[in-house]
């Protein structure tokens, strides 16, 4: 099981900050993924960490992003720097055995707004 | 704009077959396996459909998926009003490095 928790609420410019934290299984031999979905739009991958440390991020997010693993609290995190409005959306965390096989448990997600 | 093309939306009424098409390319779908996902207003996705054909545990029979080069279908045959959703495609692509979604369509049984 997979929980996000963080503010809800981000003003424009800061930096947006998202904990999830994994409930029911070890946190090693996954891949930990974010994935945003604005509303009314289609999701958007962010990127995800290995247990190892090893990372991938989008292209377009990723001077701005990034995902780090606190294995002893079983919770892995999402920094977004110099946010938008464009920014807003709904925040999921999600897990993979793989780096590219399927997402198959997610979180409930978070809405976060960025406004001024 | 998505880097997987789906159409926005899909019809049908109770009992009928319906597809639903995804297109990519040679660096996603065309090497990559290829997940649907089902979305409910308010929920998160949820997986429907992994490595091409395979369906999780619990997602009836009536959900299928197909690959072909460089494009994939969900076909959802005996429609029911339940099946009224947002559905997604998604593969990995080696040219980003990461993953990537179809902008989704919106399925609507009559």
């Known amino acids: 099981q997979l929980q996000e928790s963080g503010p809800g609420l981000v003003k424009t410019s800061e930096t947006l900050s998202l904990t999830c934290t994994v409930s029911?299984?070890?946190?090693?031999?996954?891949?930990w993924n974010w994935v945003r979905q604005p509303p009314g739009k289609g999701p958007e991958w962010i990127g995800h960490i290995y247990f190892s440390g090893s990372t991938n991020y989008n292209p377009s997010l990723k001077s701005r992003v990034t995902i780090s693993l606190a294995p002893s609290k079983s919770q892995f995190s999402l920094t977004l720097s110099s946010v938008t409005a464009a920014d807003t959306a709904v925040y999921y965390c999600?897990?993979?055995?793989?780096?590219?096989?399927?997402?198959?448990?997610w979180g409930q997600g978070a809405l976060v707004t960025v406004s001024s | 704009q998505s880097v997987l093309t789906q159409p926005p939306s899909a019809s049908g009424t109770p009992g009928q077959t319906v597809t639903i098409s995804c297109s990519g390319s040679?660096?996603?779908?065309?090497?990559?396996?290829v997940n649907w996902y089902q979305q409910f207003p308010g929920t998160a996705p949820q997986l429907l459909i992994y490595r091409n054909i395979h369906r999780p545990s619990g997602v009836p029979d009536r959900f299928s998926g197909s690959k072909s080069g460089t494009s994939a279908s969900l076909a959802i045959s005996g429609l029911q009003s339940e099946d009224e959703a947002v559905y997604y495609c998604a593969a990995w692509d080696d040219s980003l490095n990461g993953r990537v979604f179809g902008g989704g369509t919106k399925l609507t049984v009559l």
């Open positions: 999600a897990s993979s055995n793989y780096y590219d096989s399927k997402l198959d448990y």
């Open positions: 040679s660096s996603n779908i065309g090497i990559k396996s």
């Open positions: 029911g299984g070890a946190i090693s031999s996954y891949w």
